[in-house]
Nanobody, 118 residues
Framework: QVQLVESGGGSVQPGDSLRLSCAAS????????MGWFRQAPGKEREFVAA???????VYKLSVKGRFTISRDNAKNTVYLQLNGLKPEDTASYYC????????????WGQGTQVTVSS
């Protein structure tokens, strides 16, 4: 497993941008699919975006075109650029990792809070 630590959350106004970072430990980071999830108060955790070892990406429909996931394998870090933030994006954002031969995300970070309000 890898250890994950998120950073970059904050309180912003609608339309603003944030960049979340997730630093991973371990020498096999590049072999993991990395994902971002979020959980709003009173709601279930939901998938936001993921990036494979080869850079292929997938997004939740409602964030496609506003959010961008990327990874830097040399820095063992995955990023989530959040543009055009909306109040409904308010949530705790979690980084997660899964081995490419697994369907389950086995490692999770502690989360970083994103609050969007005017």
């Amino acid at each position: 497993q890898v250890q994950l630590v998120e950073s970059g959350g904050g309180s912003v106004q609608p339309g603003d941008s944030l960049r979340l970072s997730c630093a991973a430990s371990g020498r096999t980071f590049s072999s993991y699919t990395m994902g971002w999830f979020r959980q709003a108060p009173g709601k279930e955790r939901e998938f936001v975006a993921a990036v494979n070892w080869d850079g292929a990406t997938v997004y939740k429909l409602s964030v496609k075109g506003r959010f961008t996931i990327s990874r830097d394998n040399a820095k063992n870090t995955v990023y989530l650029q959040l543009n055009g933030l909306k109040p409904e994006d308010t949530a705790s954002y979690y980084c997660a990792a899964r081995r490419t031969d697994s369907l389950n995300y086995s490692s999770w970070g502690q989360g970083t809070q994103v609050t969007v309000s005017s």
